[in-house]
């Protein structure tokens, strides 16, 4: 007798890598901004956000930065282009806007992150991003742990406002 398991857990398999977005599939003016995005209500997306910038209450508070915003908006860049399973699908400068999705290493799901580099005091700069899983309720941690990683190599590369 066939185990009842395998059919299920083959199609879920088979399918937990499909759901990406191909480069320039989204126009740069449909880019979720990550401060106006509606959370999921389960444990598989978290929000970093400055303080009262954010519809969504956040996960997390944003760092302020001293560089001025197109720095900042340069060095998500460059962060992100350094991360190993990471495909930009569109990017608006002019609002500070980048869209990535990321795939998990083990069975590669897929997961979008929205950034949004803003003014900050004194010419400075702050950013929100919104990163959340494509599939399922829950991330055990993934999209945190993404985040938390990223900001810290974008800090690493810039002088943090007090």
Known sequence: MRPRILPPLA?????????GLEPG???PADIPDPTTVARTGHANDWLICPQSMCTA???AMAASYV????EQYAVWRAVLAAQ????????DP???LLLVQDRTPLLRF???VSIRV??????????????KSNIGRYDFGTNRRRLERWVAAVTARLTTQP
């Open 11 to 19: 199609s879920f398999l088979l399918f937990a890598g499909c759901g």
């Open 67 to 70: 560089a001025p915003p197109a």
């Open 57 to 59: 209450k956040p996960s």
């Open 110 to 112: 897929v997961d979008t």
């Open 94 to 96: 002019s609002r500070g």
């Open 25 to 27: 599939a989204v126009a």
């Open 84 to 91: 190993p399973r990471v495909t930009p699908i569109a990017e």
């Open 118 to 131: 803003l003014p900050g005091a004194d010419g400075g700069s702050t950013f929100a991003a919104y990163s």
